[in-house]
Every structure is written in C-alpha cells, then in structure tokens.
C-alpha cells in the first residue's frame, strides 16, 4: 500500500514539474533605485519586458507568450488623455487583464518598491517612487 501511494505520489509531482516546466518564467534582478529618478526605475524594472523605448519589445520579450503593452501608446489609446491612475493601479496591484506572460504574473511592484525602504516612511517612499515612474512614462507617449 504505501508503495502505491509513493508511485502515486511521484507520478503526481512529475505531472506537475512537467506543466510547469512548460509556462516560460523569467526571474529578473531587483535592485534599489533612486526613489527620485523615474528613469532609472523604469530602464531597471519595466524596460527588460516593455524595452528601454516603452514600445514592448525588451530584452526577455522571447521568453514571454505575449508581447507585452506598447506604454508609448498609452494616451493615445485613452482618447488623448493619459491614464495615469490607472498606470498607478498597475504599478501598485498588477493588471487587472492577464499579462504578457499569459497569466497575470507582470510584478506587482507596490509591496517590492515599498520594501526597499527600511526607514520607518516606506508608504511615503513607494509613492513617491510609483508617481515617478508614472511621471516618466508619461513622458515615452507618442505625440
């Protein structure tokens, strides 16, 4: 009895290995940026997926299901208006729409951008890195 179930129980883990094995991961270093600078943010965390341009075609781009948004299109497609609390939604709690990867596993960047504060003002210091990473890619909008 109990080889059967150990046979069972390894057939199971196999299985599941081999469905994991199949979804493409792509592990990304996170390192700490200046809170103050949009740029360096976004060519850090945001440019290895959605390109250095905003136009979605970075670096790992060939290891994801799907391209990843075009963000230099982002007020254009808002009827001329750019969206910025809903850029601000993403960056804090992920997409609400399955992402690039085929599921919803773009980062939520809130809870990582929050945690490289070890100061007692992590709220502060999270928002202040979310609206200058908006604020930057406000500026890769197509005109």
């Known amino acids: 009895m109990l080889n059967r179930f150990a046979l069972i129980t390894f057939v199971g883990v196999v299985a599941l290995a081999t469905c994991l094995a199949q979804q493409p991961t792509v592990n990304l270093p996170v390192g700490k940026t200046s809170p103050n600078d949009g740029k360096e ?3 850090g965390y945001c440019a290895p997926c959605h390109g250095v341009d905003g136009k979605g075609v970075g670096p790992v781009t060939s290891q994801l299901i799907q391209k990843p948004v075009d963000l230099t ?3 254009k497609n808002n009827g001329g208006k750019f969206p910025s ?3 601000v939604a993403i960056i804090e709690f992920g997409p609400d729409v399955p992402a690039a990867h085929g599921t919803k596993d773009m980062p939520i960047w809130g809870p990582i951008l929050r945690g490289m504060d070890r100061s007692g003002h992590r709220q ?6 979310t609206r200058n990473l908006e604020t930057y890619i406000r500026t890769l909008q197509v005109k």
């Open 73 to 75: 299109v982002l007020e």
């Open 41 to 43: 943010m976004f060519n």
């Open 124 to 129: 502060d210091i999270q928002a202040l890195r």
């Open 85 to 87: 609390a809903h850029v």
